[in-house]
């Protein structure tokens, strides 16, 4: 029996019903605290990819640990086991498009010589298009991977801290500082050193002063899991709602929205990005991220209708998260390379 591809209207057919089995996932984790909680400790883990496809995976694959596609795995030598079924995700596909003589869409690759001149020479305008293809992976379950070797194989495998251990603490707080450094933001650990900034009862605040001149201000009352807590908190702030990069790319604005409920989804988008982080490196925050959970609106919680508040949320997470665990790989790297060099003085 020979292979014959889908056709392209069964394969967009195929992507919208994904798409609605998404939503349908996401909406069930709007019925309680626990089941919220569920959804961003899932996120902690898949954070890499988008809310749509962590629902995707979660509803094809209870238990899922560590996704990656065949070829990541192939990379690594490691077999997909004969007769898994891959997990369906969203796959998106940019393709850039040009209009032909006949006025017709034609894909860049297709160009003929001379379109390919009229575009370079500006003749020809073309313009991108994003799409969504049905895209394939596996988890490390599926795999002939032993389980004793799953945590050196995860992709993107999390770096899990010792919380008892102050100096991995420590660690911690430099890879958020580090995040503050390409922000351009520079953070205060006591309230003494911006004493123009009234906090009040707050934990901390990032705020804006004259001239744009823009700063974190920490309590000087908090434990150091708080710190780190409401430091990622305040950096989600600087990095969602600093109104002074409205213009800038990926910029997410609540000018569509009014009043307490820009707020609340300020709120939101800071606590869950602080919840996603600090639970993707073993440190639990809910005792301040259910409240936020519980004090959802009816109209934060419609997905459909506020798709970018959660997509917000997974972006900078997934950004913060990466950004974190570099400087914790150049901190091991470091540590590993002093004892090194320490041994060899000894001798």
């Known amino acids: 029996m020979s292979f014959q591809a889908k056709r392209k209207v069964d394969i967009q057919a195929e992507v919208k019903e994904l798409v609605t089995q998404a939503n349908q996932q996401i909406k069930q984790f709007e019925t309680s605290v626990e089941q919220r909680k569920e959804f961003f400790n899932f996120m902690s883990e898949m954070y890499n990819y988008s809310p749509r496809n962590q629902m995707l995976i979660r509803s094809q694959y209870q238990g899922a640990l560590a996704v990656a596609p065949f070829s990541y795995w192939k990379k690594e030598g490691i077999s997909v086991r004969k007769g898994e079924k891959g997990i369906k995700i969203l796959s998106p596909r940019t393709v850039s498009l040009f209009k032909d003589a006949d006025g017709r869409y034609k894909q860049l690759a297709k160009a003929t010589t001379n379109e390919k001149l009229d575009i370079q020479l500006g003749r020809i305008q073309t313009e991108s298009k994003t799409y969504f293809a ?14 004793e070797n799953y945590p050196d194989l995860y992709p993107n495998r999390p770096y899990q801290l010792d919380h008892n251990d102050p100096k991995q603490l ?4 430099t890879g958020l500082l580090d995040v503050a450094k390409e922000l351009n933001i520079p953070v205060y650990m006591s309230q003494k050193e911006v004493p123009q900034v009234a906090l009040g009862a707050a934990k901390g605040a990032f705020f804006i002063g004259q001239n744009n001149q823009k700063g974190i201000v920490l309590s000087d009352r908090l434990s150091v899991p708080e710190q780190l807590g409401t ?17 800038e790319t990926g910029y997410w604005s609540t000018h569509q929205l009014n009043g307490q409920r820009a707020e609340n989804v300020k709120e939101l988008q800071a606590e869950m990005v602080s919840y ?22 009816k109209g934060i ?28 790989m150049r901190n091991q790297a470091q540590t590993k390379a002093n004892k090194i060099s320490q041994g060899a003085l000894m001798r």
């Open 134 to 147: 049905i895209g394939h992976v596996f988890d490390i379950t599926q795999t002939n991977a032993k389980a």
């Open 301 to 328: 919680k419609d997905f459909d209708q506020n798709s970018d508040i959660f997509k917000d949320i997974q972006s900078t997470s997934r950004d913060f998260i990466q950004k974190v665990d570099a400087s914790l």
């Open 170 to 173: 420590d660690n911690m707080k």
């Open 231 to 247: 430091l990622t908190h305040e950096l989600a702030h600087a990095a969602l709602h600093d109104h002074t990069k409205a213009h």
């Open 276 to 297: 996603v982080v600090n639970k993707h490196h073993g440190l639990d925050t809910s005792a301040e991220a259910i409240n936020y959970m519980a004090s959802w609106t």
